[in-house]
Structure formats: structure tokens, C-alpha cells
């Protein structure tokens, strides 16, 4: 999964990650320990997102300045669906609707226009946790957030 990776901050997010799997088993929440871990560099682009049952749903109980700064809005504390993703809402409720169900890590990149109007390219990472080895309760990751100019958006910018 490293190679599909195309940021550096993320890279380093999913080694870390790495660390903590014993035996092949995910870790729990308690097992990280990101703002000692990890380097101050790589905090800004980290988030943590509850995953909530009956019925499902994901709260971004943390998530770092440089992509809430980049992405030009907060969204700490508020839920997936509420959050301006333009037509891509669904979509990303379904990706992590995979991470749940498989425990397998996901990276996606893409580029998508917010209700805003506002185009925007993205690549984000979600690393699943689990307290009891089976369930994932929390998604673990970051994402590196880009504002693109419609002239970008339009030639295919592809980030990074």
C-alpha cells in the first residue's frame, strides 16, 4: 500500500500505523499516541474519525489545521454527511463503510467541486482501529488538501 501513497506526510502516517499492527491484528485507539509519535510536521495533516452504529455513522473527532486550513472550513467534531463534499458524499461514506466491513487500510485521491463551487483536490488515507481486534470503532489517517484554480481543475491537476 506504501507505493500507492502519493504524499509524504501520509506516507509517514501509514508507517506509523504499521508499527502498532501486532500479529496482524489492527491496533486499538489506545494504542497511539499521535502527538508524541509522530513528528510536529506531520500533525497538521492527521485525523481521527469515530465510527458510530445504529445507525452508521462518522464523526471527525480530530482533525489537523493544515486540512482543515486547506480544505477552508472546520470540520472537527462534525459528521461526514454534514460536511461539504460535494457529489462525492456517498461515495466517501462508502469508502469507509468498506473499511469498516473488511478492516483493510484505503488511499484515495481525487480531485471533486464542493457545493461551494469551490474545486479542490485531495488524498486521503484511512487506517482502521479496533478495540477488540474485529470491529473497527475508529478510523485513523490524515489527508493532504489542495485548492485548485477551474483552469487546474479542467487540465486534470492531479496534486502533488
Not at 90 to 112: K, N
Not at 118 to 128: D, G, M, S, T, V
Amino acid at each position: 500500500m506504501l507505493e500507492q501513497i502519493r504524499t509524504e506526510p501520509l506516507r509517514e502516517i501509514y508507517r506509523y500505523w504499521q508499527t502498532k499492527c501486532r500479529d496482524s491484528v489492527v491496533p486499538s485507539r489506545s494504542d497511539l499516541d499521535p502527538p508524541v509519535e509522530l513528528s510536529a510536521k506531520i500533525l497538521p495533516y492527521v485525523a481521527m474519525i469515530e465510527v458510530e452504529e445504529d445507525p452508521r455513522r462518522y464523526r471527525y473527532c480530530l482533525v489537523g489545521t493544515a486540512i482543515n486550513k486547506q480544505y477552508g472550513e472546520e470540520t472537527t467534531g462534525r459528521y461526514v454527511d454534514e460536511i461539504d463534499l460535494g457529489d462525492m458524499k456517498s461515495w466517501v461514506i462508502g469508502t469507509y463503510d468498506e473499511l469498516a466491513s473488511t478492516l483493510q487500510p484505503s488511499v484515495i485521491s481525487r480531485e471533486f467541486r464542493k457545493q461551494s463551487g469551490e474545486f479542490i483536490w485531495f488524498e486521503r488515507l484511512a487506517l482502521p482501529l479496533s478495540s477488540d481486534g474485529k470491529t473497527v470503532d475508529m478510523i485513523f489517517g490524515g489527508a493532504v488538501v489542495e485548492p485548485l484554480t477551474p483552469l487546474q481543475a479542467l487540465r486534470g491537476f492531479g496534486g502533488v
